[in-house]
């Protein structure tokens, strides 16, 4: 396991080699007691659950990181180093991935 970042109490790692039980480039987050793989394309969660505030600020953090998480995805499953990711410093209004 790598840690990816961290940021208001959100520890998001990725795991060397994960192509398992999830195929798609995935990342695991970890917050007070909860945790969830979420596929790094959509912001779904693949497993495991999330309280909504925590998911909706995920989904920003991946929304501004995307082509950087698919590179440290390529480097987890080759086995390579994986350099951290800048945390999620100013969150905007949160909204719901439905628009509302």
Do not use: C
């Amino acid at each position: 396991m790598s840690e990816l970042s961290r940021f208001y109490g959100i520890i998001i790692a990725i795991y060397f080699r994960d192509v398992g039980k999830h195929n798609a480039p995935h990342i695991h987050v970890d917050y007070a007691g909860h945790s969830a793989s979420v596929e790094i394309e959509t912001g779904d969660v693949l497993d495991g659950k999330l309280p909504p505030p925590v998911l909706r600020l995920v989904q920003q953090w991946m929304d501004e990181h995307q082509e950087e998480l698919f590179d440290r995805w390529d480097r987890a499953v080759a086995g390579q180093k994986v350099p951290r990711i800048a945390p999620l410093k100013r969150h905007r209004r949160l909204r719901r991935r439905d628009g509302r």
